[in-house]
């Protein structure tokens, strides 16, 4: 019963070596799944814009726009917006990436006034790709230029 015992060790070590290294292995997979987000692509055919790219989705976006760090926010989407500021979790206009499969809109696709206070004053979203594009912005006609750009 003993040389049974000695076996087993080994084995058990050996098995528990292979779960930490799969455990490992998926974490790393999960961390490096998007590739650390959009990415300035090219300039815009428009002056003053530029084209970024999310998951396969082009959008153009005006040039002073950043991408904000919404790490150890609630909700992690990708983000760039005109201002960041020193609390990236609030939402303070720009563009975002949802999935489309678990976006709830609260109005049809399109632009359209804001109705809450502390918005900018125009948002709308369209669907590109996988993904549901919103924008918003104080002035309409860019919040129109980026939603007719998804692609």
Do not use: N
Request: glycine residues 10%.
């Amino acid at each position: 019963m003993r040389a049974l015992a000695r076996v087993s060790s080994p084995l058990r070590l050996l098995a528990l070596v292979s779960v930490c290294l799969l455990v490992l292995a998926g974490v790393w997979l999960w961390l490096a799944r998007d590739g650390g987000g959009a990415e300035v692509v090219d300039g815009s055919s428009h002056s003053g814009w530029m084209t970024i790219r999310y998951e396969g989705v082009r959008v153009d976006i005006p040039a002073s726009w950043e991408r904000v760090d919404r790490d150890g926010c609630e909700f992690e989407f990708e983000v760039w917006a005109p201002r960041p500021h020193s609390d990236s979790c609030t939402w303070a206009g720009g563009v975002a990436f949802y999935r489309s499969a678990t976006f709830d809109p609260a109005h049809e696709a399109g632009v359209r006034r804001a109705e809450s206070r502390g918005e900018p004053e125009w948002g709308g979203y369209t669907y590109a790709g996988d993904l549901a594009v919103y924008a918003s912005d104080d002035d309409r006609e860019i919040v129109l230029r980026v939603l007719q750009s998804a692609a």
